[in-house]
Nanobody
Framework: QVPLVESGGGLVQAGGSLRLSCAAS????????MGWFRQAPGKEREFVAA????????DYADSVKGRFTISRDNAKNTVYLQMNSLKPEDTAVYYC????????????????WGQGTQVTVSS
């Protein structure tokens, strides 16, 4: 099991940028696919972005394509979500998640989660 610690959330104006970080401990971080999910008030948790354990392949929800970039630095045991051109509808609690093997779009298939960090985008 890999502990995940998130940071970087906050309040930003529409059109602005924010970078979320998720730090994991232990050597096994390099063996995990990583994903970012978000959950807005009154809505279910939804897929945002994912990256393979090698960092060579990424995937994004249609709603964030072209605006968000997921990356990882295994030497630092950290995965990032760079969020640009933020919109009010991006407002949500953002969660970092990890699972052994391939990434998934389904939250229930991830075995390890961060605590969540609030992102609020004002119009």
């Amino acid at each position: 099991q890999v502990p995940l610690v998130e940071s970087g959330g906050g309040l930003v104006q529409a059109g602005g940028s924010l970078r979320l970080s998720c730090a994991a401990s232990g050597r096994t971080f390099s063996n995990y696919a990583m994903g970012w999910f978000r959950q807005a008030p009154g809505k279910e948790r939804e897929f945002v972005a994912a990256i393979t354990y090698r960092g060579g392949s990424t995937d994004y929800a249609d709603s964030v394509k072209g605006r968000f970039t997921i990356s990882r630095d295994n030497a630092k045991n950290t995965v990032y979500l760079q969020m640009n051109s933020l919109k009010p509808e991006d407002t949500a609690v953002y969660y970092c998640a990890a699972r052994v093997g391939s990434y998934s779009y389904t939250p229930s298939l991830y075995t390890h989660w961060g605590q969540g960090t609030q992102v609020t985008v004002s119009s």
